[in-house]
Protein backbone atom coordinates (compact mmCIF):
# COMPACT_ATOMS: atom_id res chain seq x y z
CA UNK A 1 0.00 0.00 0.00
CA UNK A 2 1.14 3.44 -0.97
CA UNK A 3 2.29 5.37 1.80
CA UNK A 4 -0.16 8.52 2.63
CA UNK A 5 0.96 11.76 3.86
CA UNK A 6 -0.74 14.70 5.33
CA UNK A 7 0.57 18.25 4.15
CA UNK A 8 -1.24 20.32 6.67
CA UNK A 9 0.12 23.97 6.00
CA UNK A 10 0.27 26.53 3.18
CA UNK A 11 2.94 24.59 0.93
CA UNK A 12 4.06 24.94 -2.54
CA UNK A 13 1.56 22.85 -4.88
CA UNK A 14 4.88 21.96 -5.88
CA UNK A 15 5.17 19.42 -3.09
CA UNK A 16 1.55 17.94 -3.99
CA UNK A 17 2.81 17.22 -7.15
CA UNK A 18 6.21 15.66 -6.10
CA UNK A 19 4.78 13.44 -3.55
CA UNK A 20 2.23 11.81 -6.39
CA UNK A 21 4.81 11.59 -8.82
CA UNK A 22 6.86 9.43 -6.37
CA UNK A 23 3.89 6.41 -5.51
CA UNK A 24 3.00 9.09 -2.32
CA UNK A 25 -0.50 9.62 -1.83
CA UNK A 26 -1.22 12.93 -0.31
CA UNK A 27 -3.49 14.80 1.53
CA UNK A 28 -3.15 18.78 1.05
CA UNK A 29 -5.59 20.48 3.87
CA UNK A 30 -3.51 23.67 3.51
CA UNK A 31 -5.40 24.93 6.91
CA UNK A 32 -5.33 22.23 8.93
CA UNK A 33 -2.52 22.73 11.15
CA UNK A 34 -4.68 25.74 12.56
CA UNK A 35 -7.19 23.21 13.71
CA UNK A 36 -5.54 21.16 16.82
CA UNK A 37 -8.10 19.02 17.51
CA UNK A 38 -8.75 17.97 13.79
CA UNK A 39 -5.15 17.17 13.63
CA UNK A 40 -5.36 14.89 16.44
CA UNK A 41 -8.28 13.51 14.89
CA UNK A 42 -6.85 12.37 11.77
CA UNK A 43 -3.14 12.24 12.09
CA UNK A 44 -3.00 8.52 12.92
CA UNK A 45 -3.91 7.82 9.14
CA UNK A 46 -0.56 9.24 8.13
CA UNK A 47 2.76 7.65 7.27
CA UNK A 48 4.07 11.40 7.16
CA UNK A 49 3.41 14.79 7.71
CA UNK A 50 4.85 18.25 5.62
CA UNK A 51 4.55 21.38 7.33
CA UNK A 52 5.82 25.00 7.78
CA UNK A 53 5.53 27.41 10.78
CA UNK A 54 1.52 27.14 11.39
CA UNK A 55 0.97 23.32 12.33
CA UNK A 56 2.16 22.48 16.00
CA UNK A 57 3.24 19.23 16.45
CA UNK A 58 3.04 18.82 20.24
CA UNK A 59 3.65 15.44 22.42
CA UNK A 60 -0.12 14.85 21.93
CA UNK A 61 0.15 15.05 18.08
CA UNK A 62 2.83 12.49 18.46
CA UNK A 63 1.13 10.18 21.05
CA UNK A 64 -1.82 10.47 18.55
CA UNK A 65 0.82 9.72 15.25
CA UNK A 66 0.48 5.82 15.52
CA UNK A 67 1.57 5.17 12.06
CA UNK A 68 3.41 8.09 11.75
CA UNK A 69 7.32 7.94 10.38
CA UNK A 70 8.55 11.29 9.14
CA UNK A 71 7.76 14.90 9.80
CA UNK A 72 8.96 17.40 7.12
CA UNK A 73 9.34 21.01 7.98
CA UNK A 74 9.46 22.55 4.58
CA UNK A 75 11.75 25.66 6.41
CA UNK A 76 14.55 25.74 8.70
CA UNK A 77 13.24 26.13 12.21
CA UNK A 78 12.07 23.01 13.87
CA UNK A 79 10.74 24.69 17.10
CA UNK A 80 7.23 23.41 16.41
CA UNK A 81 8.26 20.27 16.74
CA UNK A 82 8.53 18.79 20.01
CA UNK A 83 11.53 16.84 18.80
CA UNK A 84 12.13 14.70 21.37
CA UNK A 85 8.49 13.13 21.47
CA UNK A 86 8.88 12.39 17.86
CA UNK A 87 12.60 10.91 18.54
CA UNK A 88 11.30 9.04 21.24
CA UNK A 89 8.32 7.18 19.15
CA UNK A 90 10.69 6.70 16.19
CA UNK A 91 9.71 9.68 13.80
CA UNK A 92 12.24 11.19 11.63
CA UNK A 93 12.89 15.01 11.70
CA UNK A 94 13.62 16.60 8.63
CA UNK A 95 14.17 20.40 7.43
CA UNK A 96 15.45 22.38 4.20
CA UNK A 97 18.37 23.88 5.73
CA UNK A 98 19.11 26.05 2.71
CA UNK A 99 15.98 26.53 0.65
CA UNK A 100 14.78 29.73 2.15
CA UNK A 101 18.14 30.91 2.75
CA UNK A 102 18.65 34.13 0.57
CA UNK A 103 15.03 35.42 0.80
CA UNK A 104 15.01 35.84 4.52
CA UNK A 105 18.25 36.99 4.64
CA UNK A 106 16.58 39.44 1.94
CA UNK A 107 14.35 40.35 4.51
CA UNK A 108 16.56 41.34 7.29
CA UNK A 109 18.24 43.81 4.78
CA UNK A 110 14.97 45.11 3.55
CA UNK A 111 13.60 45.50 7.44
CA UNK A 112 16.78 47.25 7.86
CA UNK A 113 16.32 49.79 4.98
CA UNK A 114 12.74 49.79 6.12
CA UNK A 115 13.76 51.10 9.82
CA UNK A 116 16.99 53.31 8.18
CA UNK A 117 14.39 55.50 6.36
CA UNK A 118 10.81 54.60 8.77
CA UNK A 119 9.22 53.52 5.04
CA UNK A 120 6.31 52.32 6.21
CA UNK A 121 5.44 55.30 8.16
CA UNK A 122 6.50 57.65 5.34
CA UNK A 123 4.03 55.21 3.11
CA UNK A 124 0.97 55.89 5.71
CA UNK A 125 1.53 59.05 6.37
CA UNK A 126 2.14 59.81 2.24
CA UNK A 127 -1.02 58.11 1.02
CA UNK A 128 -2.99 59.99 4.23
CA UNK A 129 -1.94 63.39 2.48
CA UNK A 130 0.03 64.61 4.30
CA UNK A 131 3.50 65.10 3.52
CA UNK A 132 5.53 65.47 6.51
CA UNK A 133 9.32 65.66 5.07
CA UNK A 134 11.18 66.52 7.59
CA UNK A 135 9.43 64.24 10.47
CA UNK A 136 10.83 61.09 8.24
CA UNK A 137 14.83 62.19 8.48
CA UNK A 138 16.69 58.68 8.41
CA UNK A 139 20.15 57.43 8.14
CA UNK A 140 22.36 56.08 5.38
CA UNK A 141 23.50 52.43 5.79
CA UNK A 142 27.04 53.18 3.83
CA UNK A 143 29.95 53.17 6.67
CA UNK A 144 27.61 52.30 9.74
CA UNK A 145 28.80 49.10 12.30
CA UNK A 146 26.59 46.02 10.96
CA UNK A 147 26.34 43.33 13.84
CA UNK A 148 25.70 40.15 12.94
CA UNK A 149 24.57 37.64 15.78
CA UNK A 150 24.72 34.38 14.59
CA UNK A 151 26.73 33.64 11.31
CA UNK A 152 25.18 30.58 9.70
CA UNK A 153 23.44 30.21 6.12
CA UNK A 154 21.45 33.23 6.64
CA UNK A 155 23.43 35.69 8.78
CA UNK A 156 26.60 35.03 6.46
CA UNK A 157 24.54 36.20 3.50
CA UNK A 158 23.18 39.31 5.52
CA UNK A 159 26.76 39.96 6.16
CA UNK A 160 28.31 39.80 2.46
CA UNK A 161 24.76 42.09 1.53
CA UNK A 162 26.19 44.31 4.28
CA UNK A 163 29.42 44.27 2.93
CA UNK A 164 27.89 45.32 -0.59
CA UNK A 165 26.09 47.99 0.78
CA UNK A 166 29.50 49.35 2.46
CA UNK A 167 29.00 48.61 5.74
CA UNK A 168 31.27 47.53 8.17
CA UNK A 169 30.41 44.09 9.21
CA UNK A 170 31.27 42.43 12.63
CA UNK A 171 30.21 38.67 13.59
CA UNK A 172 29.46 36.80 16.61
CA UNK A 173 29.19 33.60 16.26
CA UNK A 174 31.05 30.84 19.19
CA UNK A 175 31.24 28.49 15.42
CA UNK A 176 32.38 31.36 13.17
CA UNK A 177 36.09 30.45 11.78
CA UNK A 178 38.70 33.17 11.81
CA UNK A 179 39.04 32.30 8.05
CA UNK A 180 35.18 32.16 7.07
CA UNK A 181 35.09 35.64 8.81
CA UNK A 182 38.02 36.60 6.18
CA UNK A 183 36.64 34.87 3.59
CA UNK A 184 33.41 36.90 4.01
CA UNK A 185 35.16 40.02 4.91
CA UNK A 186 33.92 40.65 8.28
CA UNK A 187 35.46 40.78 11.57
CA UNK A 188 34.92 38.43 14.46
CA UNK A 189 34.29 39.58 17.83
CA UNK A 190 32.99 38.56 20.92
CA UNK A 191 29.29 39.30 22.09
CA UNK A 192 29.89 42.35 24.32
CA UNK A 193 32.34 43.79 21.88
CA UNK A 194 29.38 43.83 18.89
CA UNK A 195 27.19 45.26 21.13
CA UNK A 196 29.26 47.88 21.61
CA UNK A 197 29.96 48.74 18.51
CA UNK A 198 26.96 48.09 16.22
CA UNK A 199 24.85 50.64 14.83
CA UNK A 200 22.68 47.89 13.57
CA UNK A 201 22.17 44.48 14.87
CA UNK A 202 20.95 41.68 13.11
CA UNK A 203 20.09 38.67 14.79
CA UNK A 204 20.22 35.06 12.61
CA UNK A 205 20.84 32.43 15.88
CA UNK A 206 18.42 29.62 15.88
CA UNK A 207 16.28 29.16 19.27
CA UNK A 208 18.43 27.18 22.05
CA UNK A 209 17.85 27.37 26.01
CA UNK A 210 21.11 29.45 25.69
CA UNK A 211 19.77 32.22 22.88
CA UNK A 212 16.39 32.24 24.46
CA UNK A 213 15.56 35.82 25.70
CA UNK A 214 19.37 37.00 24.92
CA UNK A 215 17.92 40.84 24.12
CA UNK A 216 16.96 41.01 26.82
CA UNK A 217 17.61 44.58 29.67
CA UNK A 218 20.76 43.74 30.30
CA UNK A 219 22.04 43.07 26.83
CA UNK A 220 19.79 46.46 25.63
CA UNK A 221 22.34 48.35 28.73
CA UNK A 222 25.31 47.48 26.43
CA UNK A 223 24.04 48.32 23.42
CA UNK A 224 25.07 51.49 21.89
CA UNK A 225 22.68 54.26 22.17
CA UNK A 226 20.44 54.86 18.88
CA UNK A 227 21.13 51.45 17.76
CA UNK A 228 18.58 49.95 15.57
CA UNK A 229 18.09 45.99 16.01
CA UNK A 230 16.28 43.30 13.49
CA UNK A 231 15.02 40.11 14.21
CA UNK A 232 14.04 37.79 11.41
CA UNK A 233 15.22 34.88 13.19
CA UNK A 234 13.11 33.48 16.42
CA UNK A 235 11.00 35.72 18.53
CA UNK A 236 11.84 34.54 21.62
CA UNK A 237 15.47 35.93 20.98
CA UNK A 238 14.32 38.90 21.90
CA UNK A 239 12.14 40.14 25.11
CA UNK A 240 9.99 41.89 23.55
CA UNK A 241 8.68 44.18 26.85
CA UNK A 242 12.76 45.03 27.68
CA UNK A 243 13.08 46.19 24.30
CA UNK A 244 9.82 48.17 23.77
CA UNK A 245 11.25 49.91 27.13
CA UNK A 246 14.15 51.17 25.51
CA UNK A 247 12.66 51.96 22.23
CA UNK A 248 10.49 54.24 24.10
CA UNK A 249 13.37 55.56 26.32
CA UNK A 250 15.19 56.50 22.85
CA UNK A 251 18.32 54.15 23.66
CA UNK A 252 16.99 51.72 21.07
CA UNK A 253 16.27 54.12 17.37
CA UNK A 254 13.96 51.45 15.98
CA UNK A 255 13.41 48.34 15.79
CA UNK A 256 12.39 45.82 12.24
CA UNK A 257 10.75 42.46 13.67
CA UNK A 258 9.52 39.67 11.49
CA UNK A 259 9.03 37.00 14.20
CA UNK A 260 7.55 37.17 17.64
CA UNK A 261 7.46 35.85 21.20
CA UNK A 262 4.26 34.37 20.32
CA UNK A 263 2.93 33.74 17.09
CA UNK A 264 0.40 34.64 15.47
CA UNK A 265 1.34 37.67 17.14
CA UNK A 266 -2.74 39.38 17.95
CA UNK A 267 -0.93 41.66 20.12
CA UNK A 268 3.04 42.81 21.64
CA UNK A 269 4.43 45.60 23.47
CA UNK A 270 6.14 46.49 20.15
CA UNK A 271 2.72 47.25 18.57
CA UNK A 272 2.14 50.77 17.72
CA UNK A 273 5.84 52.10 18.46
CA UNK A 274 7.39 54.63 16.72
CA UNK A 275 10.30 53.26 14.25
CA UNK A 276 8.95 49.61 14.81
CA UNK A 277 8.30 47.73 11.59
CA UNK A 278 7.00 44.51 12.14
CA UNK A 279 5.60 41.51 9.40
CA UNK A 280 4.16 38.18 10.29
CA UNK A 281 6.58 35.69 9.94
CA UNK A 282 7.38 36.74 6.54
CA UNK A 283 10.58 35.73 5.94
CA UNK A 284 10.77 32.81 3.87
CA UNK A 285 7.43 34.04 1.76
CA UNK A 286 8.86 34.31 -1.35
CA UNK A 287 7.81 32.40 -4.54
CA UNK A 288 10.83 31.01 -5.41
CA UNK A 289 11.50 30.03 -1.08
CA UNK A 290 8.29 28.09 -1.31
CA UNK A 291 9.05 26.68 -4.14
CA UNK A 292 12.44 25.11 -3.55
CA UNK A 293 11.50 24.37 0.65
CA UNK A 294 8.00 22.77 -1.09
CA UNK A 295 10.36 20.61 -3.90
CA UNK A 296 12.96 20.02 -1.57
CA UNK A 297 10.43 18.79 1.56
CA UNK A 298 8.61 16.79 -0.71
CA UNK A 299 11.70 14.61 -2.46
CA UNK A 300 13.15 14.28 1.13
CA UNK A 301 9.83 12.57 2.40
CA UNK A 302 9.56 10.37 -0.59
CA UNK A 303 12.85 9.33 -0.32
CA UNK A 304 12.43 8.24 2.86
CA UNK A 305 8.99 6.80 2.83
CA UNK A 306 9.87 4.91 -0.57
CA UNK A 307 13.69 3.99 -0.61
CA UNK A 308 14.64 4.38 2.76
CA UNK A 309 17.19 7.31 2.23
CA UNK A 310 17.93 10.15 5.14
CA UNK A 311 18.74 13.65 4.25
CA UNK A 312 17.91 16.87 6.55
CA UNK A 313 17.09 15.08 9.62
CA UNK A 314 17.79 16.47 12.68
CA UNK A 315 17.12 13.33 14.80
CA UNK A 316 19.37 10.73 12.48
CA UNK A 317 22.14 10.03 10.44
CA UNK A 318 21.88 10.68 6.83
CA UNK A 319 21.49 7.91 4.44
CA UNK A 320 21.83 8.48 0.48
CA UNK A 321 19.83 7.18 -1.56
CA UNK A 322 22.85 5.57 -3.50
CA UNK A 323 23.96 4.13 -0.22
CA UNK A 324 20.55 2.61 1.07
CA UNK A 325 20.26 -0.67 -1.06
CA UNK A 326 24.35 -1.55 0.07
CA UNK A 327 23.59 -0.10 3.88
CA UNK A 328 20.25 -2.25 4.25
CA UNK A 329 21.78 -6.06 4.53
CA UNK A 330 24.13 -4.18 7.09
CA UNK A 331 21.35 -2.52 8.83
CA UNK A 332 19.61 -5.72 9.14
CA UNK A 333 22.72 -7.50 10.52
CA UNK A 334 23.34 -4.59 12.97
CA UNK A 335 19.65 -5.06 14.33
CA UNK A 336 20.45 -8.85 14.48
CA UNK A 337 23.20 -8.68 16.47
CA UNK A 338 22.08 -6.17 18.82
CA UNK A 339 18.76 -8.51 19.10
CA UNK A 340 20.89 -11.29 19.95
CA UNK A 341 22.53 -9.46 22.63
CA UNK A 342 19.65 -8.18 23.53
CA UNK A 343 17.84 -11.25 24.51
CA UNK A 344 20.36 -13.53 25.92
CA UNK A 345 20.94 -10.45 28.46
CA UNK A 346 18.75 -10.09 31.58
CA UNK A 347 21.15 -7.64 33.67
CA UNK A 348 21.82 -3.97 33.27
CA UNK A 349 23.91 -2.97 30.36
CA UNK A 350 26.85 -0.38 30.67
CA UNK A 351 28.30 -0.47 27.68
CA UNK A 352 28.38 -1.46 24.41
CA UNK A 353 31.54 -1.36 21.61
CA UNK A 354 30.28 -1.87 18.23
CA UNK A 355 33.72 -2.68 16.17
CA UNK A 356 33.30 -2.14 12.54
CA UNK A 357 36.09 -4.27 10.52
CA UNK A 358 37.32 -4.24 6.95
CA UNK A 359 34.64 -2.58 3.70
CA UNK A 360 31.91 -1.97 6.42
CA UNK A 361 34.09 0.88 8.47
CA UNK A 362 33.84 2.87 5.45
CA UNK A 363 30.13 2.59 4.77
CA UNK A 364 27.42 4.98 7.38
CA UNK A 365 28.22 3.40 10.64
CA UNK A 366 26.48 5.97 12.42
CA UNK A 367 23.40 4.48 10.97
CA UNK A 368 24.66 0.91 11.72
CA UNK A 369 25.59 2.11 15.70
CA UNK A 370 21.72 3.29 15.57
CA UNK A 371 20.29 0.00 14.15
CA UNK A 372 22.44 -1.85 16.42
CA UNK A 373 21.28 -0.12 19.70
CA UNK A 374 17.55 -0.67 18.53
CA UNK A 375 17.91 -4.26 17.84
CA UNK A 376 19.56 -4.67 21.42
CA UNK A 377 16.78 -2.99 23.21
CA UNK A 378 14.04 -4.23 21.36
CA UNK A 379 13.43 -7.11 23.63
CA UNK A 380 11.90 -4.23 25.95
CA UNK A 381 10.84 -1.49 24.04
CA UNK A 382 8.30 -2.88 21.46
CA UNK A 383 8.64 0.86 19.29
CA UNK A 384 11.85 1.44 19.55
CA UNK A 385 13.61 1.68 16.38
CA UNK A 386 16.54 3.71 14.77
CA UNK A 387 15.67 7.03 15.79
CA UNK A 388 14.32 6.51 18.84
CA UNK A 389 17.46 3.82 20.36
CA UNK A 390 20.65 6.28 20.31
CA UNK A 391 18.41 8.35 23.17
CA UNK A 392 16.97 6.05 24.69
CA UNK A 393 20.82 4.42 25.18
CA UNK A 394 21.62 8.02 26.36
CA UNK A 395 18.81 7.91 29.16
CA UNK A 396 19.41 4.44 30.38
CA UNK A 397 23.18 5.60 30.74
CA UNK A 398 24.53 3.22 28.20
CA UNK A 399 28.12 3.88 27.40
CA UNK A 400 28.18 3.27 23.41
CA UNK A 401 31.63 3.30 21.34
CA UNK A 402 32.33 2.55 17.53
CA UNK A 403 35.46 1.82 16.64
CA UNK A 404 36.77 0.86 12.67
CA UNK A 405 39.47 -0.97 11.38
CA UNK A 406 40.86 -2.18 8.28
CA UNK A 407 39.92 -5.97 7.22
CA UNK A 408 41.64 -8.11 9.68
CA UNK A 409 40.34 -11.60 8.57
CA UNK A 410 38.78 -13.85 5.70
CA UNK A 411 35.36 -11.69 5.57
CA UNK A 412 35.52 -8.88 3.60
CA UNK A 413 33.33 -6.88 6.51
CA UNK A 414 32.22 -8.01 9.75
CA UNK A 415 30.54 -5.83 13.11
CA UNK A 416 31.42 -7.40 16.57
CA UNK A 417 29.69 -6.12 19.15
CA UNK A 418 30.31 -6.21 22.74
CA UNK A 419 28.10 -5.86 25.57
CA UNK A 420 29.41 -5.14 29.39
CA UNK A 421 26.95 -5.55 32.15
CA UNK A 422 27.69 -5.41 35.77
CA UNK A 423 28.23 -9.64 35.82
CA UNK A 424 29.92 -10.51 32.45
CA UNK A 425 31.23 -8.86 28.81
CA UNK A 426 29.16 -10.71 25.88
CA UNK A 427 30.46 -10.78 22.09
CA UNK A 428 28.68 -11.55 19.08
CA UNK A 429 29.96 -10.83 15.58
CA UNK A 430 28.13 -11.52 12.64
CA UNK A 431 28.23 -10.52 8.49
CA UNK A 432 26.85 -10.16 5.41
CA UNK A 433 27.31 -12.79 2.30
CA UNK A 434 27.23 -12.40 -1.24
CA UNK A 435 23.49 -13.39 -1.08
CA UNK A 436 22.73 -10.36 0.95
CA UNK A 437 21.83 -12.33 3.85
CA UNK A 438 22.81 -11.57 7.35
CA UNK A 439 24.38 -14.27 9.24
CA UNK A 440 25.99 -14.92 12.73
CA UNK A 441 30.21 -15.45 12.72
CA UNK A 442 30.97 -15.96 16.10
CA UNK A 443 29.43 -16.11 19.56
CA UNK A 444 31.19 -15.65 22.89
CA UNK A 445 35.05 -16.07 20.68
CA UNK A 446 33.32 -19.59 19.35
CA UNK A 447 33.18 -19.60 15.35
CA UNK A 448 30.55 -20.77 13.44
CA UNK A 449 28.17 -19.70 10.37
CA UNK A 450 24.60 -19.43 11.54
CA UNK A 451 22.15 -18.31 8.75
CA UNK A 452 19.63 -15.68 10.79
CA UNK A 453 16.24 -16.49 10.96
CA UNK A 454 12.75 -15.65 12.67
CA UNK A 455 12.87 -18.19 14.94
CA UNK A 456 15.66 -19.57 16.74
CA UNK A 457 16.65 -21.53 19.88
CA UNK A 458 20.48 -20.89 21.04
CA UNK A 459 21.98 -23.55 23.73
CA UNK A 460 25.07 -23.10 25.53
CA UNK A 461 26.44 -26.42 26.89
CA UNK A 462 29.06 -28.95 27.51
CA UNK A 463 30.94 -29.91 24.48
CA UNK A 464 29.66 -33.88 25.14
CA UNK A 465 28.25 -36.50 22.47
CA UNK A 466 24.43 -36.85 22.32
CA UNK A 467 23.71 -33.26 21.72
CA UNK A 468 22.83 -32.71 18.50
CA UNK A 469 20.89 -36.21 18.67
CA UNK A 470 18.96 -34.86 22.31
CA UNK A 471 18.00 -31.48 20.13
CA UNK A 472 16.55 -33.44 17.13
CA UNK A 473 14.49 -36.30 18.82
CA UNK A 474 12.99 -33.55 21.06
CA UNK A 475 12.11 -31.19 18.34
CA UNK A 476 11.32 -33.44 16.46
CA UNK A 477 9.10 -35.34 18.09
CA UNK A 478 7.22 -32.07 18.60
CA UNK A 479 7.23 -31.20 14.72
CA UNK A 480 9.28 -28.38 15.10
CA UNK A 481 11.34 -28.49 12.06
CA UNK A 482 14.81 -27.33 12.02
CA UNK A 483 15.83 -25.53 9.05
CA UNK A 484 19.79 -24.87 10.01
CA UNK A 485 21.80 -26.28 12.90
CA UNK A 486 25.02 -24.73 13.29
CA UNK A 487 27.29 -25.83 16.42
CA UNK A 488 30.37 -24.27 17.83
CA UNK A 489 33.02 -25.18 20.56
CA UNK A 490 36.08 -23.43 22.17
CA UNK A 491 38.15 -26.73 22.38
CA UNK A 492 37.24 -30.55 22.53
CA UNK A 493 35.41 -30.92 25.28
CA UNK A 494 34.95 -27.72 26.37
CA UNK A 495 32.10 -24.50 25.90
CA UNK A 496 30.11 -25.14 22.69
CA UNK A 497 27.07 -23.08 21.75
CA UNK A 498 24.40 -24.69 19.46
CA UNK A 499 22.09 -22.13 17.13
CA UNK A 500 19.31 -23.50 15.63
CA UNK A 501 17.19 -22.03 12.86
CA UNK A 502 13.33 -23.52 12.98
CA UNK A 503 10.35 -22.90 11.21
CA UNK A 504 8.04 -22.04 13.76
CA UNK A 505 8.34 -21.06 17.68
CA UNK A 506 9.26 -23.21 20.13
CA UNK A 507 6.92 -23.97 23.00
CA UNK A 508 8.43 -23.26 25.86
CA UNK A 509 7.78 -27.38 27.69
CA UNK A 510 10.11 -28.24 24.66
CA UNK A 511 12.95 -26.52 26.30
CA UNK A 512 12.23 -27.32 29.53
CA UNK A 513 12.71 -31.19 28.18
CA UNK A 514 16.40 -29.44 26.20
CA UNK A 515 16.88 -28.33 29.65
CA UNK A 516 16.61 -31.07 31.95
CA UNK A 517 19.91 -33.06 29.95
CA UNK A 518 22.64 -32.46 32.24
CA UNK A 519 24.94 -31.39 29.78
CA UNK A 520 22.95 -27.98 28.73
CA UNK A 521 23.60 -25.02 30.79
CA UNK A 522 20.89 -23.03 29.24
CA UNK A 523 18.62 -23.20 26.25
CA UNK A 524 16.59 -20.26 25.22
CA UNK A 525 13.96 -19.00 22.37
CA UNK A 526 15.45 -16.50 20.00
CA UNK A 527 13.21 -13.70 17.95
CA UNK A 528 14.33 -12.14 15.19
CA UNK A 529 13.08 -9.34 12.76
CA UNK A 530 13.45 -11.59 9.72
CA UNK A 531 11.10 -12.78 6.95
CA UNK A 532 9.17 -15.93 8.23
CA UNK A 533 10.95 -19.30 6.71
CA UNK A 534 9.11 -20.25 3.66
N1 LIG B 1 11.85 34.56 9.58
C1 LIG B 1 11.77 33.46 8.87
O1 LIG B 1 10.81 33.24 8.14
C2 LIG B 1 12.88 32.50 8.93
C3 LIG B 1 13.63 32.35 10.06
N2 LIG B 1 14.65 31.44 10.09
C4 LIG B 1 15.41 31.34 11.32
O2 LIG B 1 16.68 31.95 11.12
C5 LIG B 1 17.62 31.41 12.05
C6 LIG B 1 18.95 31.13 11.39
O3 LIG B 1 18.82 30.16 10.39
P1 LIG B 1 20.10 29.59 9.61
O4 LIG B 1 21.04 30.67 9.31
O5 LIG B 1 19.61 28.76 8.51
O6 LIG B 1 20.70 28.66 10.73
P2 LIG B 1 22.21 28.10 10.81
O7 LIG B 1 22.14 26.92 11.69
O8 LIG B 1 22.80 27.98 9.46
O9 LIG B 1 22.96 29.27 11.58
C7 LIG B 1 22.76 29.58 12.90
C8 LIG B 1 24.07 30.08 13.46
O10 LIG B 1 23.84 30.54 14.78
C9 LIG B 1 24.99 30.24 15.53
N3 LIG B 1 24.70 30.27 16.94
C10 LIG B 1 24.16 29.30 17.71
N4 LIG B 1 24.06 29.73 18.99
C11 LIG B 1 24.56 30.99 19.01
C12 LIG B 1 24.73 31.96 20.03
N5 LIG B 1 24.37 31.70 21.29
N6 LIG B 1 25.27 33.15 19.70
C13 LIG B 1 25.64 33.42 18.43
N7 LIG B 1 25.51 32.53 17.41
C14 LIG B 1 24.96 31.33 17.71
C15 LIG B 1 25.40 28.88 15.03
O11 LIG B 1 26.75 28.62 15.31
C16 LIG B 1 25.13 28.99 13.54
O12 LIG B 1 26.28 29.38 12.84
C17 LIG B 1 16.93 30.19 12.65
O13 LIG B 1 16.41 30.54 13.90
C18 LIG B 1 15.78 29.94 11.72
O14 LIG B 1 14.73 29.28 12.34
C19 LIG B 1 14.98 30.71 9.00
C20 LIG B 1 14.28 30.81 7.84
C21 LIG B 1 13.14 31.69 7.73
O1 LIG C 1 7.54 28.66 6.62
C1 LIG C 1 7.65 29.82 6.98
O2 LIG C 1 6.99 30.75 6.52
C2 LIG C 1 8.62 30.18 8.09
C3 LIG C 1 10.01 29.79 7.77
C4 LIG C 1 10.86 29.73 8.97
O3 LIG C 1 10.67 30.37 9.95
C5 LIG C 1 11.98 28.79 8.95
O4 LIG C 1 12.24 28.20 7.89
O5 LIG C 1 12.61 28.65 10.00
Same mark, same amino acid.
Given at each position: MAPRVLVSDALSETAVQIFRDRGVEVDFQPDLGKDKDKLLEIIGQYDGLAIRSATKVTDKVIAA?????????AGIGVDNVDIPAASKKGVIVMNTPFGNSITTAEHAVALMFAVARQLPAADASTQAGKWEKSRFMGVELTGKTLGVVGCGNIGSI /????? +?????? +???FDPFLSQERATQLGIEKVELDELYGRSDFITLHTPMTDKTRGMINKDALAKMKSGVRI /????????? +????????????? /?????VDVFETEPAKDSPLFGLD????????? @?????? =??NVA? =? +? @?? =? %????? %???? /?????? %???????EAPILTPFVKLAECLGAFAGQVTEEAIHSVEILYDGLVSQMNTKALTSATLAG? %??SQMADINMVSAPIMAKERGIQVTEAKRDKSGVFDSFIKLTIVTEKQTRTVAGTVFSDGKPRFIQIKGINLDAEIGEHMVYTTNNDAPG???LLGTVFGKAGVNIANFQLGRNKRGGDAIALLYVDSPVPEALLDEVRAYKEIHRAMPLKFDMPSAE
Open positions: ATKLKVVGR /VASRG +VGLRMR +VIA /VNCARGGLI +VEADLAEAIKAGT /VAGAGNVVCTPHLG @ASTTEA =QEL =Q +V @AE =Q %MADYL %MRGA /VSNAIN %MPSITAEL %MKIIG
